[in-house]
């Protein structure tokens, strides 16, 4: 039987093409909703100069401006607490009265917005959109998945209506309450999952034959799955969680409720698979970080932000939101699992992006490529940057943690190693300050890259 990668059964059987045309019959409908319910769709709308039955397609919806940025939601957010007394926006399309389920962002990056608001019909909806993508990583009825993630308010609460829609018990423990604890409550109730931000997986390989005098890998989990920042998209990290925790890891997101993806059950790393088609169109809809114009997001390889246009949503629907996702797209077949539609590779945030000498610059991609020299180096590093970003005068301050057995003597010869590769693959030459494994903080939520000395 040929793998369900859609949760509604006539997807599975058509083409990309019937996809795309059934796409389009959702946003028909719902931008003429979004314009019929919100002032502030119509407001947009109309400075663009066009009427929703204007956009008939997924091309007329790409030529379309952006309707929204993260300041823009901030903005509305507070205009609609002075206006309305709540926090969700002049964008709520439905009543206040129907918000059934409401988590924020983290507000690692300024003042929470409530970007995850649902009625119940959007949750039931997402929900089981949800499971079903965690059940690609073979999630199901029994399962145990531990969830160590910032909980209560925050963005994360909705994937547990996604295990909860498959039969699966979260045991969702907040981050803020420690490694300890968590570690604790793996042992006392034996998850077959864990959840979490990559870098905190990778945290608890030493972190727990400290506290358990035993390893990872004998968790015994049947998978491992990730999210929150950019993680096994590095080889490196893929190859060192796999091999320690002895099961698959998975890479999943769902920025406000869209894009929805997981990655695949392969050796190699092949991006988030956009399994939920049928949810938004943010996959086949691309913008220059910078200028905000598009970009071909059907050609293979295509570098841009991500727009997000929600295709069935009640309470806060994304229109034309660039929410601040860089990513790059895939177009061809999945070589490790045969899944036919779009991938996408996680690049970095729109506002993460350097400009050096001219050439737009991913921390990630500096990151790929120094993680490539370990154990020579731990894989934790940061970009030291002296003034606000993007644009940055060169040569770019790197601080990376060498390897446990690397020597002082042995400093020099790296540096230079990894200052060719760098300029070899995206022609920077970085100014590098090593310091020793484990100096740099690692943090339960997101870690940071920049390490910023300005004021
Ligand atoms: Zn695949």
């Not at 990668?5 to 909703?33: C, D, G, W």
């Not at 050096?356 to 921390?363: E, L, S, T």
Request: hydrophobic share 35%.
């Amino acid at each position: 039987m040929e793998k369900e990668f859609y949760l509604v059964p006539e997807l599975n059987k058509m083409s990309q093409e019937e996809i795309r045309l059934y796409q389009e019959k959702k946003l028909i409908k719902q931008l003429a909703y979004c314009y019929r319910t919100s002032a502030f769709y119509r407001h947009k709308f109309d400075e663009a100069g066009a009427k929703p039955e204007d956009i008939a397609t997924i091309d007329d919806l790409r030529k379309l401006p952006i309707f929204m940025v993260k300041d823009d939601e901030r903005k509305s957010a507070q205009e609609s607490l002075k206006k309305y007394s709540h926090p969700f926006g002049l964008h709520l399309c439905a009543p206040v009265e129907e918000i059934y389920l409401t988590g924020t962002t983290s507000g690692t990056t300024g003042t929470p917005t409530f970007s995850y608001t649902f009625t119940k019909r959007d949750i039931n909806f997402i929900g089981r959109q949800l499971g079903h993508r965690l059940s690609l990583a073979g999630i199901g009825k029994g399962d145990r998945v531990v969830f160590f993630f910032a909980l209560g308010i925050y963005a994360t609460t909705m994937t547990l209506w996604g295990l909860r829609e498959l039969g699966a018990l979260p045991i969702d423990i907040d981050a803020r309450a420690g490694t300890d604890l968590l570690l604790q409550f793996i042992e006392l109730t034996r998850p077959t999952y864990l959840a979490c931000t990559p870098s905190l997986a990778e945290f608890l390989i030493e972190k727990t034959p400290k506290v358990l005098t035993k390893d990872v890998r004998d968790f015994k989990l049947k998978g491992c799955l990730t999210t929150g920042e950019i993680g096994i998209a590095l080889p490196e990290i893929k190859k060192k969680l796999e091999s320690a925790y002895g099961c698959r890891v998975y890479d999943y997101w769902s920025p406000c409720g869209n894009a929805m993806g997981i990655s695949c059950d392969a050796e190699k790393y092949h991006g988030l698979h956009a399994v939920a088609p049928d949810v938004c169109t943010s996959y086949d809809d691309l913008v220059d970080p910078i200028t905000k114009k598009p970009v071909d997001s059907d050609e293979d390889g295509a570098i841009g932000e991500m727009v997000h246009t929600a295709l069935e949503r009640e309470a806060c629907p994304a229109v034309k939101y660039a929410y601040g996702d860089v990513v790059q797209i895939y177009t061809k077949e999945c070589p490790g699992c045969g899944f036919k539609g779009k991938r996408a590779k996680l690049i970095g945030r729109a506002d993460d992006m350097l400009i050096i000498k001219g050439v737009n610059v991913y921390p990630t991609a500096i990151k790929d490529i120094v993680t490539t020299f370990a154990p020579d180096v731990t894989g934790e590093m940061r970009i030291v940057l002296d003034a606000p970003p993007p644009r940055v005068v060169p040569p770019l301050k790197l601080k990376i943690e060498h390897g446990k057995k690397v020597g002082r003597g042995d400093l020099p010869g790296l540096s230079k190693r990894i200052g060719a590769a760098l300029h070899n693959k995206i022609k920077i030459r970085p100014e590098i300050a090593f310091v020793k494994p484990g100096e740099l903080p690692k943090e339960t939520r997101k870690t940071p890259i920049f390490e910023k000395t300005y004021e």
